[in-house]
Structure formats: C-alpha cells, structure tokens
C-alpha cells in the first residue's frame, strides 16, 4: 500500500508561519510530479503549489507568491511547504498530492493524502 501523509497544520495568528510535510510511504519505484492543494469550506480544491522531479521547476498560485516556497527530499520521498507570513485567506485543509509509481508496475498513479488542516487567525 502506498499512502501519502500531511502533517504540520495547526492554528496560528496572522503574519505567523507554518511548515507543512507530506510523506509518502510503501513500495515505490518513482514519485514525478508533487504539489500542494487546498480546500476552503464551501470551495473548490484550488492548486497552491507543484513541484517538478529534480526540483528545478515550481509553480505557485498568484495568492501565494513570495510567501510560500514548495520543496522536496527525494531520498526521503518528502515534500514541504514553508509558509510565511500566513493570512486569513490561507485557511483550508491542505492536501499532498503526488505522481507515484509502484515497485513492479509500469503505470503511474495520482495519489491523495488526508489532509492537513490549517487555520489562520485575524
């Protein structure tokens, strides 16, 4: 079983900061692509954030720029979210997602996490 884990959320005030991890676990050969996504109560899941392999190309959402920075550890099949100078908007469930492949398989495969969530006062 392969499986994808957030952790990280919590309840800050605004202007704080948060570092997020996603974790994934089990037989893997590869992960590709990974990024961020987020989901306010009421909305749709909105991209924040992706990350290529090698880690040479990000993408960020406009709302995030320059506060948010996406990275990976490949050796430790991780990916993080540093997040600065958080806002009220900011609020949401955060989830991981990733391109994986399993050990002994030819197809990749988009995988979720649970999600973690975050909350940001005023």
């Known amino acids: 079983q392969v499986q994808l884990v957030e952790s990280g959320g919590g309840l800050v005030q605004a202007g704080e900061s948060l570092n997020l991890s996603c974790v994934v676990s089990?037989?893997?050969?590869?992960?590709?692509?990974m990024a961020w996504y987020r989901q306010a109560p009421g909305k749709e899941r909105e991209l924040v954030a992706d990350?290529?392999?090698?880690?040479?190309?990000?993408t960020y959402t406009d709302s995030v720029k320059g506060r948010f920075t996406i990275s990976r550890d490949n050796a430790k099949n991780t990916m993080y979210l540093q997040m600065n100078a958080l806002q009220p908007d900011d609020t949401a469930v955060y989830f991981c997602?990733?391109?994986?492949?399993?050990?002994?398989?030819?197809?990749?495969?988009?995988?979720w996490g649970q999600g973690t969530q975050v909350t940001v006062s005023s």
């Open positions: 997602n990733a391109e994986v492949l399993r050990r002994g398989t030819v197809l990749y495969q988009r995988l």
């Open positions: 089990g037989t893997i050969s590869s992960i590709r692509e």
């Open positions: 990350i290529t392999r090698d880690s040479l190309l990000t």
